[in-house]
Structures are given as C-alpha cells and as structure tokens.
C-alpha cells in the first residue's frame, strides 16, 4: 500500500497537470493551416516515388500536409507547426518553380534513417520502411533529385 502523503502528492500533481494541459489550448496559434498552393514539382522519376514521398515526406515538405486530429492539441500542436515551418523551409517540392536547397540532400537523409524523424515514425507507420521499401525510395530520389541543383532547374 502506498504512504497516502506520497498518494496526494500524485493526485495534486495529476490534477495540476491535467489543468495546466486545459490551459495551453487557449494560447493562441499564428500558424495558418490553410497550405499555400502548389505552383510545381520536381520531374518525378516515377509515380511510386511521388506516392512515396508524399506518404513518409509529404506532410512536412509539400503543400499538401494532412493534419491528423492531435495536430490541434498542444503542445503536440506547437512541434507540428514548428516540423512543418522547418520542414518547407528547408526543402518543399510544392514550390519546385523556386530554388530548392534540400532535393540533393534527401537521398541521403533517408538512407541516414535521419528522415522522416522519429517522432513522426511513431505516429505514421505508413511511412516505416522495410530494407527493400528504403533501397527503392533513395534510388528514386536520387533519380528525380539528381546531383545537382542544376539538373533539377534550380540554383
């Protein structure tokens, strides 16, 4: 049995907790989850490797992100937002009509296991590779990115 002193202070911690976790959704969010249009996309070596991509990439570097319920809860909200700002920051195929600076990286970044992240892997087991799945992706990319910038129309 557990020291009841001991058993207030869970209750009071959960019940603070619970409240603090009420409070945050009534913070304010400027982010707008209307996605901008898609003005182009890279030449795709395959239908497969787009689907691909949109499936395990797609929602954080494109225009065309599914927000699944918990993406207006915080604070798992606020690490959405946060991925998907970052995430078309650094590389979007929604905007390929623009310079891109991540095409050439994304090979290697899934090859890596550094992408998709790891807290959106356990979110999306649709986007979990087996060995076979990875090998075929990164050829892809590395067909439809290319080596260069210039390769795909970009500087």
Same mark, same amino acid.
């Given at each position: 049995?557990?020291?009841?002193?001991?058993?207030?202070?869970?209750?009071?911690?959960?019940?603070?907790?619970?409240?603090?976790?009420?409070?945050?959704?009534?913070?304010?969010?400027?982010?707008?989850?209307?996605?901008?249009?898609? @003005? =182009?996309?890279?030449? !795709?070596?395959?239908?497969? @490797?787009?689907?691909?991509? /949109?499936?395990?990439?797609?929602?954080? +570097? *494109?225009?065309?992100?599914? $927000?699944? !319920?918990? *993406? *207006?809860?915080?604070?798992?909200? !606020?690490?959405?937002e946060h991925d998907i700002i970052e995430g078309r920051r650094h590389f979007n195929v929604s905007q390929w009509?623009? *310079?891109?600076?991540? =095409?050439?990286?994304?090979?290697?970044?899934?090859?890596?296991?550094? /992408?998709?992240?790891?807290? $959106?892997?356990?979110? +999306?087991?649709?986007?979990?590779?087996?060995?076979?799945?990875?090998?075929?992706?990164?050829?892809?990319?590395?067909?439809?990115?290319?080596?260069? +910038?210039?390769?795909?129309?970009?500087?």
């Open positions: 049995m557990l020291n009841p002193r001991f058993t207030r202070i869970i209750r009071r911690s959960a019940t603070a907790l619970g409240v603090l976790l009420v409070a945050i959704q009534f913070i304010p969010s400027s982010f707008d989850r209307t996605d901008p249009p898609v @003005t =182009g996309e890279p030449p !795709w070596d395959t239908p497969q @490797t787009r689907t691909t991509f /949109m499936t395990a990439c797609g929602d954080c +570097h *494109s225009n065309e992100t599914r $927000y699944p !319920w918990y *993406s *207006s809860i915080a604070p798992g909200s !606020w690490l959405i009509d623009r *310079s891109q600076r991540g =095409g050439d990286d994304a090979p290697e970044e899934v090859q890596r296991g550094s /992408m998709p992240i790891g807290p $959106y892997l356990l979110l +999306h087991p649709e986007a979990n590779f087996t060995a076979d799945q990875k090998l075929r992706f990164v050829d892809g990319l590395r067909r439809t990115f290319g080596n260069g +910038h210039a390769e795909n129309g970009n500087d």
